[in-house]
């Protein structure tokens, strides 16, 4: 990304609309562009699988991605098959151990990505950040970030950040990184957080993506009201998106409705995203 | 200087502004007067009568008139009304340089170079001084514009000053206008004692040719031929000179004083305007122009508008532009005024100064872009010279006092534009036309490269419009490329509407509208220049040329709804209102009709019920929205509008509504409307109408075919009788050819002359009899028998089977809105319905009812890595941080705090310590439910786990490291939830009651209040579960108990009467159920309950009847005089002094026996604690 930096990116639609969460959107415009070269063709499809995959539509996937399909690609159905069966997991983190203890290709920026986020899947953040380390594009920082965020290392995510910055300021990661570093950091950071969510559904799309974002934002500041219409525009985009539902159960109770009015948005999310990491910490807790 | 209008004439010698009107009169060279309107920038009028140069001109300023006067020595008073000259003045001996008129008098003044002035009565038409003195053509003469005063310029060098008090005196004296016809010659003969020359200025070293006052200072400028522009002082001994303005290089012609700022404008023959600062004496602005030397120049009394004339025409123009800078957000105007930045809320209209500008720029703003993130202000500066232009970025002050507001430090650089690009980004297009991207502190982020660009645009975050000389690019700044591009030349300014889906481009006499890809969706064309606008809520644009208010319909429609004097610029428009700024800077609100387009637009998005209620409902009559309608193809909607019946009929026609042209047709009758309704009739197969149509014009023979077609025998049968009446020969055969009807046909044969045809047709027809007959008649010698074809058809229609009564069946048409009744439009509503569904209440999930004590789980940590001690050597992998969890549980002894936090286990044992919670099971619920809201969740990259957000209630100033959660329970909703445990009790619904009431219970030491009435209210909502959950569970006790044995009946009363006494300590009735008997007891209470409000004879009732059957034949455990407490466990009265074991969370009393176990209210809490002060956390304590 750093190399086409200064020079228009044909890919920058695909690209932002996914990383924005728009992920129709990022397909729809993947099966619209029309590259110039080989390589931005790989691209492109990467990430319109990515897309499929954040769709959840895995067999698309790993029906489409073949046997002869450039490396690249097979990192993105790699990912795929982990997500899309809880059996295979084992077998594939194993052979992902195995390839990770081998010399990797670290050029190979997508696989590094989806290795990473395998083992991130697995909570196993030690090899994610090892992994990620190895690449230099501007998602594996934004991905580092999120590791490091998910460690409570908000010092060492601040570091990272700066150095996407300096990579490239405006980039849409950057800005969503900015973000994540915001809403972590906290207090007057919080404002400035939702300020770059808001501009970015302003300036593309809302998505649940961002709108969960500003909500998170709010709820952060205490405005309660205010994520109260962000949620619910976001509920009315789908009604069974397991961020939203679970923004929802701490903001109705922060709300003072009444205790059934959680619950049900609890046994939603328990009906429909039973592997969800919030809910297994919840039951966890149950037991 | 901006030049607002330019014509081409001959040379222009004379200028006259209306004062009122957007008039200018310019008298030429070549004898003609023209009437100018520079506001439409168009010739009113021309007024050619004098013979030869007209050098005098002067609007008067209340009637319609103005003076002209020439080198024909004839001064001419005009009426512009009747366009015609009224009468001429004559007297002068020589040209004629200057006319005015007097600005109060019936007085005209004029300077000629037959070496006098003179001042006539215009309406007495005769000369009432004449001022002599001047010893050279006298080139200018001016009333002052409040004293009597004369100020004449001389080719002698001179500039004098006159006094024409005594010609006012007798002017006024009453009788006087006698003696002015005397005076006249009582001057002429005596010398002037009328008008007195006050002062000779004498400096000037060629002759002077222009000299004017000040309008409001003792000051008069000059110019002569010797270049200079001097200013004179006078005071009522002397004048003198004060200064001279040196820089034409040719004959000043004209020099005038800026009717409002310390300025003089003079021009010359040496093709130059120019502008001089009153109080340096230097030049300002100097304009100039190729090949025409400058004669003349006019100000405009009220307005910043001058003209000058020249060689080949004159020019209008104004020194500085007069457009407010001001930008709009949500409620709120931020313009600015005299070296303010003002912000006007548009609700409360509260208009208040929020910080002064930074001085030190000669010129205005030129233009603003407004931050509302973060309240940040740019101010753009354009100098003369474009590439001095600055901008300055302002922060403006939070708190500020209107009256003296602060003046923050800006930060100010070079260039043309700049805008907000994103909350702390903003373009600046610099003076080699790059464009820099700098943050908020001004330093430059980066640089971009964009295609040639000549000014740049606000077009919502992260992207810009871009002007370059023909078009306007939408251009992304983050991408660096273009989006899209629209050729319009110019554009000016641009104006998005408040969901940025549509924009609106103003050039200068041009708009566009676009959307937000710059698709082009209309174009329109003014003849006069676009000013402002700004976007009505339903998406219409408002918009202000000079003179008018108009809107613009994405649709491209548009029309004028209001005049307006003078230019304003458009703020804000809502509903009747225009919001807008005048050149005074004044917000202003003005009230317009906005049916007009409101009606289009409801058109234009087929909102017929909308249309309907405005046909029905507004003034919309006229005949320009019926023709709007007609042209737009709405002729069904016309028609409603439409009386006369012409119109309405030919509006029927086009819409096909057969109905009503039929009705509009029989009240107009005539001849072509029949004939076009018959038409269009035949054509929809409304053959009755047809046939009335045929009827109605005579029309036979279409109506017996109408009838044949039809099948209509009789009538049919009708018009051949018809016909033969009319002696219509051919007609009736017709008919009867139709019909079938061979013996008619004979006899009209026979009766026409046609004599053998007539055999034939018998013949033929086998008519025998009449064929003989006929025979018979043929005269032998003369008429020869026609053979008959043996193989002779009969010609002959087939008889129609059945006649066609009806109308021809038409397709069903969905009918229009405006034919029928209004369409249902239940479609809408349904898609919302499944969204507000609350209130069901739920079972809760079935997870919760585990029996067996909680088991705590360890304080969840991620798991350790897999490859600890697989270090490759270059990256260690940080260790875990302590999350803002954590630090909750660090930061405070808060049970609810750890709950949140996830920490259960720390959260029990605060629980235990502080309230003496030793069974958690009751708490299971809560604490799930409380640590659920504890972290939100937002998502990070796509298809990875969720990253966690705290909110936490001391955010805004907690560090990192003080951090405490937001509690998310509130006292209020605690007691706004007892509510619904007041109606399971009321309802019976007893057990259900209990559990609610033991939620609240438990949850309140759950609770962080702020004060001590919170914690008092706290206290007392305890005080209330634990009553109702002692008395509810005491009532479900009581129906269990059996009732055979005198003991258990005493037991049941002893329970009964502690039911009415809880109840009642909690209801206020204690005092009726004092002194009732027990068994009656358990009645009432039921009555109670069932009857919350209690009628008082109700209970009076049951009193008496409880007092009637009062035995106390039974020894009860019941003291009525001794206060007590109820041991919650046993239910027995627990009397004052005797001992008692309380629970520390609830403050339920027991008997002792009952030490060490469970708290039968709160099922948590043993019932006996440590002593403890209260189960409420207070916000301070931590």
């Known amino acids: ?287 | 200087m901006l030049t607002k209008f330019e014509t081409k004439s001959a040379r222009v010698k004379g200028l006259s502004f209306h004062p009122k009107r957007p008039w200018v009169l310019a008298s030429l060279h070549n004898g003609v007067i023209q009437l100018w309107d520079y506001r439409m920038c168009t010739l009113i009028d021309k007024f050619d009568e004098h013979d030869g140069p007209v050098r005098g001109i002067d609007f008067h300023k209340q009637q319609p008139l103005f003076v002209s006067g020439g080198d024909d020595y004839k001064i001419k008073v005009w009426n512009y009304k009747l366009r015609r000259c009224l009468f001429t003045l004559l007297g002068h001996l020589d040209y004629i340089r200057t006319t005015f008129f007097h600005h109060e008098y019936p007085w005209i003044l004029s300077a000629s170079d037959d070496q006098t002035i003179r001042i006539w009565n215009w309406q007495s038409r005769t000369c009432v001084c004449v001022l002599t003195g001047h010893n050279h053509y006298v080139m200018c003469a001016q009333f002052h514009p409040a004293e009597d005063l004369v100020v004449s310029a001389s080719l002698d060098q001179t500039v004098r000053v006159w006094d024409i008090s005594g010609l006012r005196k007798k002017n006024l004296s009453p009788g006087s206008v006698e003696t002015d016809v005397r005076g006249i010659s009582g001057v002429d003969l005596f010398g002037a004692s009328d008008a007195v020359v006050k002062h000779v200025l004498e400096g000037h070293d060629r002759g002077v040719n222009w000299a004017a006052f000040h309008p409001t200072m003792p000051l008069i400028v000059s110019g002569a031929d010797d270049r200079q522009v001097k200013i004179w002082r006078m005071n009522e001994s002397k004048a003198w000179e004060l200064d001279t303005c040196r820089g034409h290089y040719n004959n000043v012609s004209c020099a005038v004083f800026h009717p409002r700022q310390e300025l003089i404008l003079s021009n010359s023959e040496d093709k130059s305007i120019r502008v001089w600062d009153m109080s340096k004496r230097t030049g300002v602005q100097t304009f100039r122009r190729d090949h025409d030397r400058f004669w003349v120049l006019g100000a405009h009394p009220n307005l910043n508008l001058f003209a000058a004339g020249h060689d080949s025409g004159m020019i209008v123009f104004k020194l500085e532009r007069e457009r407010p800078a001001y930008a709009v957000h949500g409620n709120m105007l931020y313009y600015v005024k005299d070296r303010f930045l003002r912000q006007l809320d548009f609700n409360s209209s509260k208009d208040t100064a929020v910080m002064q500008l930074r001085s030190g720029s000669k010129f205005p703003v030129f233009s603003m872009s407004y931050n509302p993130a973060e309240n940040a202000v740019l101010l753009c500066t354009r100098a003369t010279n474009l590439e001095n232009s600055t901008y300055d970025l302002y922060s403006i002050p939070k708190e500020s006092d209107s009256q003296n507001p602060d003046a923050p430090e800006g930060k100010r650089s070079s260039g043309l534009t700049a805008v907000w690009v994103a909350r702390n980004r903003f373009a600046v297009l610099d003076r080699m036309h790059s464009l820099l991207i700098k943050n908020l502190k001004n330093e430059i982020v980066k640089k971009v490269q964009v295609p040639s660009c000549e000014e740049i645009f606000y077009a919502g975050t992260g992207s810009l419009l871009l002007r370059d000389a023909d078009g306007v690019t939408l251009f992304d700044v983050q991408q660096k490329r273009s989006l899209a591009t629209v050729k319009i030349a110019k554009v000016k300014y641009v104006v998005w509407s408040s969901d940025t889906s549509h924009v609106a481009l103003l050039a200068k006499h041009a708009i566009m509208i676009c959307n937000r890809k710059l698709e082009s969706l209309c174009n329109i064309h003014e003849n006069i220049r676009v000013k402002s606008g700004a976007w009505e809520e339903s998406g219409v644009f408002i918009y202000t040329t000079s003179n008018h208010i108009k809107y613009a319909l994405t649709s491209g429609d548009h029309g004028i709804i209001r005049t307006l004097d003078l230019p304003i610029y458009v703020t804000r428009v809502r509903g009747n209102s225009v919001y807008c700024l005048d050149r005074e800077c004044r917000p202003r609100v003005l009230t317009i009709d906005p049916t007009e387009y409101r009606f289009k637009l409801a058109l234009v998005n087929r909102k017929y019920d909308e249309v309907l209620h405005m046909v029905r409902n507004a003034k919309l009559v006229g005949q320009s929205i019926i023709a709007y309608l007609q042209k737009k193809g709405y002729p069904e909607v016309a028609l409603h509008f439409v009386k006369d019946e012409k119109t309405r009929f030919s509006l029927a026609l086009e819409c096909g509504n057969i109905e009503v042209a039929l009705e509009a047709a029989k009240a107009l009758d005539e001849r072509s409307c029949w004939e076009r309704l018959g038409e269009a009739a035949l054509l929809q197969g409304h053959h009755q109408v047809v046939e009335m149509c045929y009827q109605r014009t005579k029309n036979f023979d279409k109506l017996t075919f109408l009838y044949l077609i039809t099948g209509n025998l009789a009538k049919l049968r009708k018009m051949m009788k018809i016909a033969e009446i009319r002696k219509d020969m051919s007609g009736h055969y017709q008919a009867a050819l139709y019909l079938g009807d061979v013996s008619e046909r004979v006899r009209i044969l026979k009766n026409c002359g046609q004599k053998s045809l007539a055999y034939l047709t018998a013949a033929t027809h086998g008519l025998d009899e009449e064929a003989e007959a006929l025979k018979e008649t043929f005269d032998p010698e003369k008429d020869t028998v026609p053979e008959v074809d043996p193989n002779a058809q009969l010609l002959q229609p087939s008889p129609p089977i059945n006649p066609l009564d009806t109308n021809w069946p038409l397709l069903t048409v969905s009918k229009g809105f405006f034919e029928g009744a209004i369409a249902a439009k239940d479609g809408f509503m349904d898609a919302q319905e499944g969204l507000g569904e609350e209130g069901g209440i739920k079972e809760e999930g079935g997870g919760w009812e585990v029996e067996e004590d909680l088991d705590l789980p360890p304080e969840l940590d991620i798991p350790a890595g897999a490859g600890g001690g697989a270090e490759d050597g270059f990256f260690v992998p940080p260790t875990k941080g302590m999350s803002p969890a954590q630090m909750w549980c660090n930061n405070s002894q808060l049970p609810v705090d750890h709950i949140l936090a996830g920490s259960f286990e720390t959260a029990m044992r605060l629980l235990h310590d502080q309230v003496g919670v030793v069974s958690f099971i009751p708490y299971k619920a809560l604490f799930m439910q409380t640590m659920s809201r504890g972290r939100t969740c937002y998502l990070g990259l796509p298809s990875l786990p969720c990253l966690r957000g705290h909110p936490q209630r001391n955010w805004k100033d907690c560090g990192a490291k003080q951090g405490l959660p937001a509690v998310g329970l509130r006292l209020s909703d605690l007691i706004a939830r007892l509510q619904q445990c007041y109606q399971l009790t009321t309802s019976g619904r007893f057990e259900e009651a209990v559990e609610r009431f033991r939620v609240i219970l438990l949850s309140v030491p759950l609770l962080v209040v702020d004060n001590k009435q919170e914690i008092a209210e706290a206290q007392q909502l305890i005080t209330i579960c634990r009553e109702y959950i002692v008395g509810l569970t005491m009532e479900t006790e009581r129906k269990k108990l059996p009732k055979e044995t005198l003991d258990q009946q005493k037991r049941l009363c002893e329970v009964n009467i502690c039911v009415v006494v809880i109840h009642t300590s909690v209801s206020f009735l204690k005092l009726i159920f004092l002194c009732v008997c027990f068994p009656y007891r358990w009645l009432f209470l039921i009555s109670y309950h069932r009857v919350k409000s209690v009628p008082t004879i109700q209970t009076r009732k049951i009193l008496s009847a409880c007092e009637k059957t009062l035995t106390d034949a039974h020894q009860l455990n019941y003291d009525p005089h001794n206060p007590f407490d109820l041991c919650a466990a046993s239910f027995v009265p627990l009397y004052r002094g005797r001992p008692v074991e309380k629970c520390p969370l609830s403050g339920a009393c027991y008997c002792p026996t009952y030490k060490g176990q469970i708290c039968r209210v709160t099922q948590v809490g043993r019932d006996s604690g440590p002593p403890c002060t209260t189960p409420v956390n207070l916000k301070s304590s931590s």
């Open chain 1, 1 to 287: 990304m750093a190399a086409q930096q200064g020079d228009v990116d044909e890919l920058f639609d695909v690209k932002n609309a996914y990383y924005i969460g728009s992920y129709q959107q990022c397909i729809n415009e993947a099966q619209k562009v029309k590259p110039s070269a080989p390589e931005k063709e790989t691209e492109r499809d990467m990430f319109l699988y990515r897309a499929y995959i954040a769709q959840r539509k895995y067999a698309v996937v790993l029906d489409d991605i073949k046997g002869n399909s450039p490396p690249e690609l097979q990192a993105v159905k790699m990912l795929a098959e982990y997500l899309s069966s809880d059996s295979k997991r084992d077998a594939i983190v194993a052979d992902l151990d195995q390839k990770m203890a081998r010399s990797v290709d670290a050029s190979n920026t997508t696989f590094l990505l989806m290795a990473a986020s395998i083992y991130y899947h697995e909570m196993n953040t030690d090899a994610a950040l090892r992994t990620l380390h190895q690449g230099e594009s501007l998602e594996c920082m934004a991905m580092t970030i999120q590791v490091l965020l998910s460690l409570d290392r908000v010092d060492l995510a601040r570091k990272e950040l700066k150095k996407m910055q300096e990579q490239d300021e405006d980039a849409t990661l950057t800005q969503l990184a900015t973000a994540w570093v915001n809403i972590a950091v906290g207090g007057e950071k919080l404002q400035d957080a939702y300020y770059i969510f808001q501009e970015m559904s302003d300036k593309y799309s809302s998505t649940l993506l961002l709108l969960n974002g500003q909500a998170a934002c709010y709820m952060a500041q205490n405005k309660w009201e205010e994520a109260e219409g962000v949620l619910q525009e976001a509920l009315d985009k789908d009604s069974s998106h397991p961020e939203t539902l679970i923004n929802l159960i701490v903001l109705t109770q922060h709300m003072g409705k009444a205790p059934e009015v959680t619950n049900r948005y609890l046994s939603q999310l328990k009906d429909v995203h039973r592997a969800h990491p919030f809910l297994k910490d919840y039951l966890a807790k149950v037991t």
